[in-house]
């Protein structure tokens, strides 16, 4: 496959603000520029209060800045209503927690259909097909019928990522998503990503772990609300 050079995130000059209880702004990120390039692997690193999660609400539409411009793919999402803003979101960035998020009462099969069922962009006909295909996928081809309780913490993150893909995302955002699991669970997990990637996904994954972070191909340090560096990292050999 020929990488695809095109910019997938372009950040310029954004800073987003928030009013203090006692009416002073903080600011919460401060003018950060940076673009990611198609099919990357990046890990956002920095402490609490950096503005790893701003920045994640920033490129997911969650949030809006306050000054510069987000654009995503070909879209700036700042001309976007909340209508339009969801419905992008939808089709353009798979979302996974650190807490799962998975809606307790459905099966496994239907949380993967349902956020198909949301933004209809997969025939009817076609879901729960796909769905399946997801679950083998993310190696849970028999659990379709359970219910999210029931499965270990690991299996409930490989179903939080089978949705966050159900809708063919070109960006998949993961915030802290092995925050919740043992060394061994996270390996796994850290390798389904990089199978991920490999079929051309772009990833952003927001992690505080040093070697999470040197697992992708760029680390961007976050501090105070600024970009203090942006490194490169040299491939490593598949072990």
């Known amino acids: 496959m020929i990488p695809d050079t095109n910019p997938i995130i ?3 000059g954004v800073t987003k603000s928030f009013a203090r209880p006692d009416g002073t702004p903080f600011i919460a990120l401060n ?23 701003t920045l994640l609400n920033l490129l997911t539409g969650i949030d809006q800045a306050t000054h510069g411009t987000v654009k995503v793919g070909k879209q700036v999402l700042g001309q976007l209503s909340e209508n339009e803003l969801a419905r992008w979101r939808g089709r353009t ?9 998975l809606m307790p009462t459905l099966t496994v099969l239907e949380n993967i259909v ?18 399946q295909r997801l679950l083998e996928q993310v190696g849970l081809t028999d659990q379709g019928g359970k219910l999210p309780q029931t499965l270990s913490g690991g299996q409930q993150q490989r179903v939080a990522i089978a949705r966050a893909l159900a809708n063919d995302p070109p960006l998949l955002v993961a915030d802290e998503p092995t925050g919740n699991l043992d060394s061994q ?21 927001v992690t505080h772990d040093e ?12 501090r105070d609300g600024q970009l203090m560096s942006d490194e490169t990292l040299t491939p490593q050999p598949n072990h």
């Open 211 to 222: 070697d999470i972070a040197r697992r992708a191909d760029r680390v961007i340090r976050l």
């Open 93 to 101: 960035v798979g979302i996974v927690f650190q807490f799962f998020q």
């Open 31 to 53: 003018g950060v520029s940076l673009q990611v390039i198609a099919g990357q692997r990046v890990a956002i690193v920095g402490k609490s209060g950096s503005g790893k999660s």
């Open 114 to 131: 349902f956020a198909m069922d949301l933004v209809q962009n997969v025939p009817t006909n076609e879901r729960i097909a796909k769905a």
């Open 185 to 205: 669970t996270t390996e796994s997990i850290l390798a389904l990503f990089e199978t991920i990637s490999r079929q051309g996904v772009t990833l952003l994954i």
């Open 10 to 12: 372009e950040l310029t």
